[in-house]
């Protein structure tokens, strides 16, 4: 955060009382920081509950056996170490519960070859092997749909426009660098930056939809796309492609991605007029998942053991890798974080809870049901799609109502943004918290840990809490391979972590939530955001994600 850091500098010159004051008010318990500290890096267990996750469990998938597995686990583990009240806490409904068990793809003509595909979420499979011809498809709109009506029955559709696959030039591994951290502190004025509309949401949700039913109605064999992206390599990105609703239709045609390289053979013998012909073999599992759960757990407070000091991640992933970075990394470390303490055996003044969330990618569900139960919640909307949803991030379903639990809140810590190092806070434009975190950052600036930004950022959990006025806050962190590998990918996989990343990163949570629990104030709240009326959303052309962007 160099122009942050340089501008307290010039402030403690011009206006000594108020910074010394300010410095004051957030002593810095330097003898916890070196116990953390020597606890978090020669006695860390981030391997062993890394491997307890990622490799015994796997994918975990919100509504997935998988997901099951890994609420009981983090449970009992939070429970081992000491942690007081673990349990799962139901929220829902959710669905459809979704399983990939086997997969395999390969062209039988006009050469043989075996593909790396797979199929996306909440979509069926193939019933056992089936063969077909290959067509290419590109539908974007409704107008589109007509062009290939009654062309594509017992086809194979090869879906989408053609990629442009370049070299990869740049390294796909990334830290922060100064500048890169200087100019994440500088402030986006939010007239500046996209918006997430819900008309634009629902707009996109229905053309999927209606591609879905005529897909059915065109009595299509099967439907791949290729993989965003330059990765290349046999990366793949895979998320849904159908619903997860058991109040919308369920996906009638197997739908798979495939790697770049490999559709793009495909396409380009299909362009060629040669005939081409797959052979699929997928099979899915079902399951009923009405209910689901996040995993909670607690170290008691003392004199204030009425208010609470939250941090926590979300447990789910989606079901091509293991859900490494995303967000195994997030839970790792926010377990350790508390294990850390508890192994310490610190008498927090502040009760800190920890919560590991199902339901995030498919928009923040988990940490939403957690918020609605318990802190706030904004009126249910009956907009198409949103029935019995939660609707805390939808502005315009009205205002806020809070609820007695949430003035016990100080703040609540997440991590979502894979296994690199933290490197600062996002701050969430609540310009009061800036003094308590530099003193906390402090101690940690020989570990990189040195940048401050008022930007909000979205995407994750801590949103749900930001949406009742409790401060919610993300920490920035190293993208390392997040976004050009590993985001939703077949290679968000257990040997893409960072342990010494991890390490740094638990060690940093540990203290900034003693400190919060410690603190003799509570966190300062900014104002919870007003409504925003449906009709002066302004509509967008851009296609937003299954939530809010990061």
């Known amino acids: 955060m160099k122009i942050v850091l340089r501008c307290l500098a010039l402030s403690s010159l011009l206006f000594p009382s108020i910074f010394a004051c300010a410095q004051a008010q957030e002593p810095v318990d330097l003898d916890m920081v070196t116990k953390i500290r020597y606890e978090g890096f020669r006695d860390s267990k981030i391997t062993e509950i890394a491997t307890g996750l990622i490799e015994a469990i796997g994918p975990r998938l919100t509504g997935s056996p998988n997901m099951k597995r890994a609420n009981e686990w983090t449970r009992d583990e939070l429970s081992s170490f000491g942690l007081k009240n673990a349990h799962l806490e139901s929220w829902g409904p959710f669905g459809r519960g979704w399983a990939n068990e086997y997969s395999n793809v390969r ?15 909440w979509t069926p499979g193939t019933e056992g092997v089936v063969k077909g011809e290959c067509i290419r498809a590109s539908i974007r709109t409704a107008e589109d749909m007509a062009k290939y009506k009654g062309k594509l029955a017992g086809k194979i559709v090869i879906l989408g426009e053609m990629p442009e696959v370049k070299p990869i030039v740049e390294a796909p591994y990334e830290r922060y660098n100064e500048k890169s951290l200087a100019d994440i502190a500088d402030y986006e004025i939010p007239s500046e930056k996209p918006r997430f509309t819900m008309a634009a949401f629902i707009k996109r949700q229905q053309f999927q939809k209606d591609l879905n039913q005529f ?22 990105f895979v998320q849904s492609g159908g619903s997860y609703k058991k109040n919308e239709p369920q996906a009638s045609v197997p739908q798979l991605t495939m790697a770049v390289e490999q559709w793009d053979r495909v396409a380009r013998l299909l362009e060629d007029k040669k005939p081409v012909e797959l052979e699929l073999n997928v099979k899915n599992n079902w399951y009923d998942a009405d209910e689901q759960s996040d995993t909670i757990a607690e170290i008691p407070g003392t004199d204030k053991k009425d208010e609470v000091v939250m941090l926590g991640a979300h447990l789910d992933s989606w079901h091509t890798g293991t859900g490494a970075t995303d967000n195994g990394a997030g839970s790792i470390v926010m377990m350790e974080a508390v294990r850390i303490l508890e192994a310490l055996g610190v008498k927090p003044r502040r009760t800190i809870r920890i919560g590991l969330w199902s339901g995030e990618e498919q928009g923040l569900l988990g940490s939403q049901w957690y918020v609605i139960h318990h802190f706030g919640a904004r009126p249910a909307m009956n907009t198409a799609g949103m029935e019995g949803m939660p609707t805390l991030l ?10 007695p639990e949430q003035a016990k809140v100080s703040v609540y810590f997440n991590v979502d943004n894979g296994t690199g190092k933290l490197r600062g806070v996002y701050m969430q434009e609540n310009a009061a918290v800036q003094p308590i975190f530099e003193s906390w950052m ?66 940093i949570v540990a203290d900034f939530v003693y400190n919060a629990a410690m603190r003799d104030q509570m966190f300062p709240r900014k104002p919870i955001e007003k409504p925003l009326p449906m009709e002066n959303e302004k509509e967008q052309e851009e296609q937003p994600p299954a939530r809010p962007p990061r």
């Not at 062209?107 to 979420?121: G, H, L």
């Not at 109605?217 to 990366?235: M, N």
């Not at 939808?394 to 609820?403: I, L, N, S």
């Open 215 to 236: 897909w059915k109605d065109e009595k299509v064999l099967a439907v791949i796309d290729h993989s965003r992206g330059t990765a290349g390599g046999g990366t793949v």
């Open 394 to 403: 939808r502005r315009q379903a009205g205002a806020v109502t809070v609820k």
């Open 107 to 121: 062209m039988t003509s006009p050469d043989v070859q075996t593909f790396i595909a797979y199929p996306k979420a």
């Open 442 to 507: 402090r101690p940690f600036k020989d570990l990189g840990m040195d940048t401050l930004t008022m930007r909000d950022t979205g995407g994750t959990d801590h949103l749900s809490f930001d949406a009742v006025g409790i401060p919610g806050f993300q920490f920035i962190q190293d993208p390392i391979e997040y976004e050009t590998r590993t985001h939703h990918s077949n290679m968000d996989v257990y040997d893409r972590l960072q342990m010494d990343d991890l390490k740094q990163a638990a060690v």
